[in-house]
């Protein structure tokens, strides 16, 4: 019987070398001991596990008492539970035992291993590979139902990641308890080039690696779970094609018409090639019409010639098609395709895409003119609207003068897509967007009379309603200011658009006008041609809302369904779809008889085909085990509460969000696709109309013209928003993904001004009790309180440039690094927020049982790393001179490791406080180091400048510590 012991499992290795040998000791010891025993510290780089008695007594609260000890719970270890179900101690001290399961009714499961499924599953893995947006789709073969989806800038923290999926790969396998022989077949795509030539030659892949070359620049290139090579059956499918699977497999009619627009897909001698050589292993709409294109118009329709005698190559621009569906089969007919040539050679910067003539490459040059980013359409189509919006000038010499965006007349596109008569087909004129784009203009308006640079944002301004606030004192405004570097001696007034500004309004608006008068009658054509009455939308274009708005509410169609993930991400989905539904399309096939494709039927086991739409929560499922983890990992820094009463939780959130507060929600698995659904999201007040620029600049840190997004629950949709004539047959829920975009009605305008565009516009999420109960019942509990049945939603990541947050770690950095604007983290059953600086804690002026607590000693969040850089101007009077400190502290929670994590330090004496922090020196000892005090002397008798420099110690400590560098 052990009692009051510890006990020590020392190795001669360690624990990143041998993690097995940790876990099946630590899982043995809780197996043998669960009542007595939890795991108080195990980290990669210590070589023991620590193991000690819990404590009997639960009475004081860890969220308060930043000076408890933490517990480390390695990645392998939160596998394992206790076998202990009567231990219902919930609180996160490090008495709490890790790994005892919770009832609860939140989305977060209990366990490590919450989506296994049986050993004897077979996969179908669809995967967009060593393109952007790399992303991999894993569903039972047998069943047919999605098992898991990730895209890999989850993972890696960067936006649009592209690349090999050695670690989607293993992570998939990991989450769903299976290893690399379960998986029976792999569908891929990867529309720059084949896959199996590249990969054929494995030899050649690993030198690449050697030298850090093409693909090899990244770990897992040549890896076995990248190359999958003891899968036989892996075949390819084109890209267009796998954007149309996407959608009609999953959409919720049984016929109809599928869209694919994007920037560019598969090439012409790409996909002709494999016709000409039987290749099996890839599938093309040349493929399912019997290798010669037969039954598909094509545009230019000489296509095979022109390709002959091109410098480079024609690739997909647009491609109609239609289906048909049952319980068993799924057949896709293409219709229709345009082909773009490429007019730059394709080893240049981004393959020349920018130099494309597809509706989505043109609109995708106009992103990189205006932004510097080809993959910054959204913003293209945030900005647009604001063309015909005046702006009271700051003029005093006239006052009367305005400011608004001159209307550009000349078109960037026109015509018809589907023509090729003299006159009526597509027209480009790319004029507008040729010499210097406005992205690397300097214009005078950004600089004051002095010569110095003032507007350093381009496209940072306010609508000309916007009333700056009276003062700059409220605590959330404060929070920030010091992070932004905001004089707060005076409010930030009303910002106007620059030159530059403007330009870039005319420029969106005409791209975004062409866009739409193109796409509308290139889709009016094909459903007159086609007499389709249901409509899919896939590809790149179909992110754009506005389009997709009119397209579902002007064209009459009956149905519009557009995926979650329209992107190249969805390219993943469509692959898996294909391997499990996927086949030859046998309208054309008339050398079988109806008896012998009966016969086929009966020989080919085939999954019933998805009888709903997918659920867009297809990520990992955090554990609590890995939420706990987070919330230790950065326990210094948090006032945590668990709240297991969902009832109450939303009533705590509704009244945070009323008061004018910002809420982060982290709940459950994690969408796939680029729009937070409530999963992974910021809410705030949509009746707020402030809150559009404090959470533009001070939360998301971006531009402030950005729209915001209403989740509105679908019932309600209806009374708020013009919906189009056959929304009510759907129940309003027409917008479940945010794909679509609607006019709010003009009498609620100024009720939800933060979700209403300038233009009157709102990027709709509607919201079911069906498909995300938590998140009704959350607007639900909303609507009661406020009469307003929306919260303002935008996505959770507050980092500059980085995706949607993945675990509980990135959820909880992100919370802290927005520095006090989000004023509240849900996660699961805990309520968290940030934990101010305790002044008198660390200089032992707080009572606690009647007794004055001793002095704190403040401890560095871990090693840290100095770096100091000096200039020297022409002369002593040359304000270039000087030096500048940065600091790197990988372990601290804020660390963002996207820009190494340094942090510039104010002066040398806050550079040497982080030194001393080292946990061993209390205040009084560091006062005494800095001033002429004696540690025995009271505060009170000490001189002007002791007094001074007690000051800014004190407020160098609180820097410190409010971003995660030290705490006590």
């Given amino acids: 019987r052990l009692d009051n012991w510890q006990i020590i499992i020392a190795s001669n290795t360690t624990p990143n070398k041998s993690p097995a040998l940790f876990t099946m000791l630590s899982a043995l010891l809780a197996l043998a001991i669960p009542s007595i025993l939890c795991v108080e510290s195990f980290t990669p780089s210590s070589p023991s596990l620590s193991v000690r008695r819990r404590h009997e007594q639960h009475d004081h609260d860890r969220s308060h008492s930043p000076s408890l000890p933490l517990h480390s719970t390695p990645f392998d270890l939160d596998m394992y539970d206790t076998l202990n179900p009567n231990d219902d101690d919930d609180d996160l001290d490090a008495s709490s035992n890790p790994f005892q399961p919770k009832a609860s009714n939140n989305n977060f499961a209990s366990d490590r291993l919450p989506l296994a499924v049986s050993p004897s599953t077979r996969l179908v893995v669809g995967i967009n590979k060593y393109s952007h947006d790399t992303t991999l789709c894993a569903a039972d073969l047998h069943s047919g139902q999605v098992l898991f989806a990730l895209s890999k800038e989850r993972m890696t923290r960067k936006k649009h990641d592209g690349g090999n999926v050695a670690s989607l790969v293993e992570l998939c396998l990991d989450a769903l308890d299976l290893d690399v022989d379960n998986i029976h077949k792999v569908v891929m795509n990867n529309h720059h080039h084949r896959i199996s030539v590249v990969e054929s030659n494995v030899g050649h892949m690993e030198w690449e690696e050697g030298l850090g070359m093409n693909g090899g620049v990244e770990d897992g290139y040549s890896d076995e779970y990248n190359l999958l090579e003891g899968v036989e059956d892996k075949m390819e499918v084109s890209h267009h094609l796998a954007h149309a699977y996407s959608a009609a497999a999953q959409c919720p009619f049984d016929k109809g018409m599928i869209v694919v ?270 007499g389709e009455t249901n409509l899919c939308l896939a590809g790149g274009v179909a992110l754009n809302s506005v389009l997709n708005g009119r397209l579902s509410r002007e064209l009459g169609f009956e149905n519009t369904f557009v995926p979650p993930y329209p992107g190249d991400d969805g390219v993943a989905v469509g692959c898996c779809a294909f391997g499990l539904f996927g086949g030859i399309s046998r309208d054309d096939d008339e050398s079988s008889s109806e008896e012998q494709k009966e016969e086929e039927d009966a020989t080919i086991v085939l999954p019933s085909l998805w009888n709903e739409t997918l659920s867009p929560y297809l990520g990992p499922m955090p554990t609590n085990m890995a939420i706990k983890e987070a919330i230790a990992w950065a326990a210094p820094w948090l006032d945590v509460e668990l709240i297991q009463d969902e009832s109450k939780r939303n009533d705590m959130i509704v009244e945070e969000l009323a008061s004018g507060g910002v809420v982060a929600i982290y709940n459950g698995r994690s969408e796939l696709g680029p729009r937070a659904l409530g999963h992974r999201s910021i809410l705030a007040d949509p009746r707020k109309k402030g809150l559009v620029r404090f959470i533009n600049e001070f939360v998301k840190k971006r531009e402030s013209f950005r729209p915001f997004a209403p989740s509105c629950l679908a019932e309600e949709a209806g009374n708020w928003f013009d919906l189009g004539e056959h929304a009510a047959a759907n129940n309003n829920n027409v917008s479940p993904y945010m794909g679509i975009t609607a006019q709010v009605k003009e009498s609620k305008r100024d009720m939800i001004p933060a979700v209403t565009h300038v233009d009157g516009s709102s990027r709709l999420q509607t919201v079911t009790s069906e498909a995300n109960p938590s998140y009704h019942r959350l607007i639900s509990a909303f609507f009661k309180a406020t009469g307003v049945p929306m919260v303002l939603n935008t996505s959770f990541n507050t980092l500059k440039s980085e995706p949607i947050t993945e675990t509980p770690r990135n959820a909880v950095r992100s ?85 190494d994590g340094w942090f510039e330090i104010l002066d040398d004496l806050e550079g040497q406080l982080l030194g001393i922090c080292d946990g061993t020196v209390g205040v009084n000892e560091i006062m005494t180091q800095f001033t002429a005090m004696a540690e025995e002397e009271n505060y009170d008798k000490i001189t002007d400048a002791d007094q001074f420099m007690a000051e800014s110690i004190m407020s160098r400590l609180v820097r410190l510590y409010e971003h995660t560098l030290i705490s006590w």
């Fill in 815 to 899: 919370f802290l690094s927005s520095m006090g604007t989000i004023e509240m983290l849900v996660m699961g059953d805990y309520v968290i927020k940030r934990k101010e600086a305790n002044i008198r804690t660390l200089l032992g002026e707080e009572q606690k049982n009647g007794m004055m607590t001793p002095p704190s000693f403040p401890k560095r969040a871990g090693a840290v790393k100095y770096q100091t850089t000096f200039s020297a101007g022409l002369d002593d009077e040359d304000d270039s001179s000087g030096s500048k400190t940065v600091v790197q502290m990988p372990d601290r929670p804020m660390h963002n490791e996207k820009d």
């Fill in 261 to 530: 627009m994007d920037g560019m897909g598969e090439t012409w001698r790409t996909m002709r090639r494999a016709v000409e050589d039987g290749d099996e292993t890839y599938v093309s709409d040349l493929t399912l019409c019997g290798g010669g294109g037969s039954g598909i118009q094509f545009i230019p329709s000489d296509i095979e010639e022109r390709a002959k005698t091109s410098y480079f190559d024609w690739r997909e621009a647009e491609t109609v098609y239609t289906f048909t569906k049952d319980d068993k089969h799924l057949t896709i007919k293409p219709v229709f395709k345009r082909f773009s040539e490429e007019n730059s050679p394709p080893t240049l910067y981004n393959h020349g895409f920018e130099n494309m003539d597809s509706l989505g490459a043109v609109y995708s040059r106009a992103s990189s003119h205006i932004f510097g980013d080809w993959n910054a359409c959204g913003k293209v189509m945030g900005l647009a609207p604001w063309q015909g919006h005046v702006w009271d000038s700051d003029n005093k010499e006239n006052p009367q003068q305005q400011l608004t965006a001159d209307v550009m007349e000349e078109p960037i596109f026109d015509g018809a897509l589907y023509t090729e008569k003299d006159g009526e087909g597509l027209r480009i004129n790319k004029s507008s967007m040729m010499g210097l784009p406005f992205i690397a203009r300097i214009d005078p308006d950004m600089f004051d009379e002095e010569g110095t640079m003032v507007r350093t944002k381009r496209y940072d301004f306010d609508d000309n309603d916007y009333v700056p606030p009276k003062s700059s004192n409220d605590a959330a405004a404060n929070s920030v200011d010091e992070a932004n570097n905001i004089d707060d001696t005076k409010p930030p007034s009303k910002q106007l658009p620059t030159k530059v500004a403007l330009d870039a309004i005319s420029l969106a608006s005409r791209i975004q006008t062409d866009l739409e008068t193109v796409a509308m009658d290139f889709v009016q054509h094909f459903k007159e041609e086609t």
